[in-house]
């Protein structure tokens, strides 16, 4: 069994990304091919040259929308390392544009640590040309954006972004996991134009699991079971419900105030969020089904799901009874954890995405479960019987900043290879 254990996640920890939009900056393979002095003198020429534009740094410019618990985390941790990854990677991270839903803050030579006073007053209302055209008139290149909101409307977005230069980095699962139109035309025109689009913590927060996927699939080794505990919320709110004595609503607010929950923490309990991922991660797969397509057990009483969301975080006390008669009806020697599954029949390829609440047994992986750790079992042909584990931090505003940090890097680290060539 291979275990992969990240309670500690880095962005270092992450298996090498798998570039899917190759860009068309390759050099020759003739260059390397020498036939005579002249051509010898050049060569050398050329490497002097690597050398001084690998110490050369490189700018990537940066845009940050969300400024909530992902993005401003997202944003002081890169305040926090700049200068040392300019020190040791000769790259400068400059975030150039900050955004939440209501005020852009621009400044071309980059943030300070009073980005959110600075964002406060002197922020402005906006739309996405406002940034596009900031960058052309500044003439900033190695454009990145970063989507650390929870909107569907921000996705509508990403199509300028990209035909205008930006490549993009995400936590943001709508963007993945609405409908399929939106999923392939973003994807043709990221390869029309060559651009990137990264999204590491859409599932699993900083763990490395859709690179681990996609090299496995793309290495073709056959996936055919992914399960687990898919959400570091509702691992949090079971694994306490389950061990402790208290009423729901208590769990519920502890979750939402270590900020592991979605901003309306009915998209977590409505099997929203893990219904999502699971469909990120099938795609990824290159299974094309539509959200519809999920099994998806909604955990939240009628009555409530349908409130405005000031009414239900105000009213959380109406969830105890609901629970509560759940979890009296665990088997002893047991304990409730959600649970998402994605299978692929062996024989005739028919795939299935569920996700509910289940019962396992306390001591099995599962049931042993603590904190708001996820853990993925990726079963493949390769190897039969004994699943890739992939256990950690699966939520919580520092472990999902430092994965979008990590597709941040990849993406940095590419633009400084392609100047260097
Ligand atoms: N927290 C976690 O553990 C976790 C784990 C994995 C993935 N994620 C994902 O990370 C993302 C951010 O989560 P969060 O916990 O940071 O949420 P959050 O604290 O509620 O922050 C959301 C931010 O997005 C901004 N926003 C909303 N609509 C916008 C729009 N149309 N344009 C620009 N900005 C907009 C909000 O602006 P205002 O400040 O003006 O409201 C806020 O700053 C979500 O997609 C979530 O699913 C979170």
């Known amino acids: 069994m291979k275990v992969i254990n990240l309670n500690q996640t880095s962005m270092v920890s992450h298996v090498t990304k798998q570039v899917f939009q190759n860009r068309k900056t390759e050099a020759p393979l003739s260059m390397n091919v020498c036939q005579d ?4 003198l050049k060569l050398n020429s050329v490497k002097t040259g690597d050398y ?12 940050i929308f969300g400024t909530g618990n992902v993005g401003g985390t997202l944003i002081d941790q890169i305040m926090e390392s700049g200068k040392s990854i300019e020190e040791s990677k000769r790259i400068r991270l400059n975030i150039f544009a900050v955004g939440n839903s209501q005020k852009l803050l621009l400044g071309k030579s980059g943030m300070n640590e009073n980005w959110r006073a600075h964002l406060e007053e002197y922020g402005k209302h906006y739309d996405v040309w406002d940034i596009i055209t900031y960058a052309q008139v500044h003439r900033l290149d190695n454009l990145i954006a970063v989507d650390n909101t929870a909107s569907e409307e921000f996705i509508e977005n990403y199509q300028a972004l990209v035909k205008n230069g930006f490549d993009l980095v995400s936590s943001n699962k709508t963007g993945n996991a609405g409908s399929y139109e939106f999923y392939q035309s973003l994807r043709q025109i990221l390869r029309k134009t060559g651009r990137e689009y990264l999204y590491e913590a859409n599932v699993g927060a900083g763990l490395p699991l859709i690179d681990t996927i996609r090299l496995l699939h793309i290495s073709g080794d056959k996936i055919h079971r992914i399960q687990g505990v898919f959400s570091g919320s509702l691992s949090y709110i079971f694994n306490n419900f389950s061990s402790r004595d208290i009423p729901f609503h208590q769990v519920l607010s502890e979750a939402a105030a270590h900020g592991l929950t979605e901003p309306d923490p009915r998209e977590d309990l409505s099997g929203k969020d893990v219904s999502r991922k699971l469909l990120i991660l099938a795609r990824e797969l290159g299974i094309c089904q539509e959200y519809e ?8 009483p009628e009555d409530l799901g349908k409130q405005n969301l000031d009414y239900f975080l105000n009213n959380l006390q109406n969830l105890d009874s609901h629970f509560e008669a759940i979890k009296q009806r665990v088997k002893p020697g047991h304990v409730l954890r959600h649970i998402g599954e994605l299978s692929i029949h062996r024989k005739n390829s028919q795939v299935q ?4 609440l289940s019962e396992v047994p306390e001591n099995s992986a599962l049931g042993q479960l603590s904190g708001s750790d996820s853990l993925f079992e990726i079963y493949t042909e390769g190897y039969g019987t004994n699943p890739i584990i992939i256990r950690g931090a699966g939520a919580g505003a520092t472990v999902t900043a430092r994965g979008v940090f ?4 990849r993406l940095a680290d590419r633009v400084k290879k392609e100047k260097v060539m």
């Open 353 to 356: 995405l569920k996700a509910g």
């Open 52 to 63: 001084r534009q690998h110490h050369q740094i490189q700018t990537v410019n940066i845009a």
């Open 293 to 300: 397509f999920i099994e998806n057990r909604n955990l939240i």
């Open 37 to 40: 002095t002249g051509k010898l």
């Open 406 to 409: 990590g597709d941040i890097l």
